[in-house]
């Protein structure tokens, strides 16, 4: 089923896509997702997220307030291959950056245990 076109200005455009700044180059779109979860280390939060992150394809997730110390597993469940993290101090705090390498660069600039500055 091929899709349906729609006029979009000086350019085709997918219907249900969004245009590019730019018709003549192809420019990969950034979808960030991010969520304050209150808690990620449920089965049902995975399962929520897992289904999330097929659906948006998110090239960056930012998940806040996990209250986990280490995110490395649930990075891996999520597909993705990169994280930057602060882990959670008791049952309070936890974040975590996930990306794939091969769609962003980020450089991590300072992490806290109550925050993280990167650079996309």
Not at 55 to 72: A, D, I, Q, S
Not at 77 to 100: C, E, H, N, P, Y
Request: with cysteine; glycine share 6%.
């Amino acid at each position: 089923m091929k899709a349906q076109k729609e006029k979009n200005g000086p350019f085709q455009v997918e219907k249900g896509k969004y245009p590019i700044h730019n018709p003549h180059k192809e420019t990969p779109l950034m979808n960030f997702i991010i969520w304050n979860v209150m808690g990620a280390n449920s089965a049902n939060f995975r399962r929520q997220c897992e289904a999330m992150v097929k659906m948006h394809k998110p090239t960056m997730l930012v998940l806040l307030e996990t209250r986990m110390g280490e995110h490395k597993r649930l990075t891996e469940v999520l597909k993705f291959d990169s994280q930057i993290q602060s882990a959670a101090v008791g049952l309070s705090g936890g974040i975590v950056i996930m990306w794939k390498k091969d769609t962003l660069k980020l450089s991590d600039i300072s992490i806290t245990s109550k925050s993280i500055h990167v650079m996309v």
